[in-house]
């Protein structure tokens, strides 16, 4: 017969193997309610409890922006780093230590302006790491100038007749530089982002994840939850994710297919 001592060991175990792969942090997110980054959060915690990766095996790397304080919220190893540095850092990690799972996570802003020339090496190298790319097309930190990734015509506070800029297609540049795992998802899907990121964290070489999101709270003109709502849709079917110049004009013709684009084989 169980003594009191060994029911109550008994349901304190209990209670730590179920929260073994409780992936968010006692860290609350800071992000403005309604953003599309807690959908994102959702779908990497999803992925790392469908992986079963211990949490000691699991290295986030972040950048500068709204997408930086991830590590804050994630009950895993974190670094949060310089402005547009996460892909060296990252890179830096999975040469130290292999066995690590490491997952880079960062803003348009982060990834393509300052950070944009790290790109094309990560991808040429094809180094094993997981590249989580939040694109709300506007700096939400700063609060609210237009980033690469803006649509012609966005008004801010420091384009106030709107952006004449043509924005960077994060999907296209990642085929161009011939990343050999390419997933564009939706930040209000975070199911898809889930098994998106499942199967590209087992892909082995470089897996790039383009998330489109919202800034509800400076970007009221284009990429609000209705908008997105209305222009995303899956993939075609019959599309064939192993054949780069099919992913290539799929990029071309198509900004709002949502799924894997392209993966080495």
């Not at 730590?16 to 403005?32: G, H």
């Amino acid at each position: 017969m169980k003594t009191a001592g060994r029911v109550l060991a008994d349901k304190v175990r209990s209670i730590k193997e179920s929260q073994a792969f409780d992936i968010r942090s006692s860290a609350l997110p800071t992000w403005c309610p309604g953003c599309g980054y807690f959908g994102i959060h959702q779908g990497l915690n999803g992925c790392i409890k469908e992986l079963g990766v211990p949490h000691h095996e699991v290295q986030v790397v972040s950048g500068i922006g709204c997408a930086g304080r991830y590590p804050f919220f994630s009950h895993t190893y974190g670094l949060h780093t310089v402005h547009g540095r996460t892909l060296p850092v990252a890179t830096g990690v999975k040469l130290a230590n292999p066995a690590l799972t490491v997952f880079a996570v960062g803003g348009d802003g982060d990834g393509l302006a300052i950070g944009g020339g790290h790109l094309p090496h990560v991808a040429r190298r094809n180094v094993n790491i997981n590249y989580v790319l939040f694109d709300n097309s506007i700096y939400g930190l700063t609060k609210g100038q237009p980033s690469p990734s803006s649509p012609p015509g966005t008004k801010t506070k420091a384009s106030p007749f709107g952006t004449t800029d043509r924005p960077l297609n994060a999907t296209l540049l990642a085929l161009t530089y011939d990343a050999s795992f390419v997933a564009r998802l939706f930040a209000g899907d975070p199911e898809g982002i889930q098994k998106a990121l499942v199967e590209g964290v087992k892909h082995e070489g470089f897996s790039i994840f383009h998330i489109y999101s919202t800034c509800l709270t400076f970007d009221k003109t284009f990429k609000t939850w209705d908008n997105l709502k209305k222009w995303v849709h899956p993939i075609p079917e019959g599309h064939d994710p192993t054949d780069r110049k099919q992913a290539i004009n799929l990029a071309l013709e198509d900004d709002f297919c949502m799924g894997v684009i392209y993966k080495r084989a």
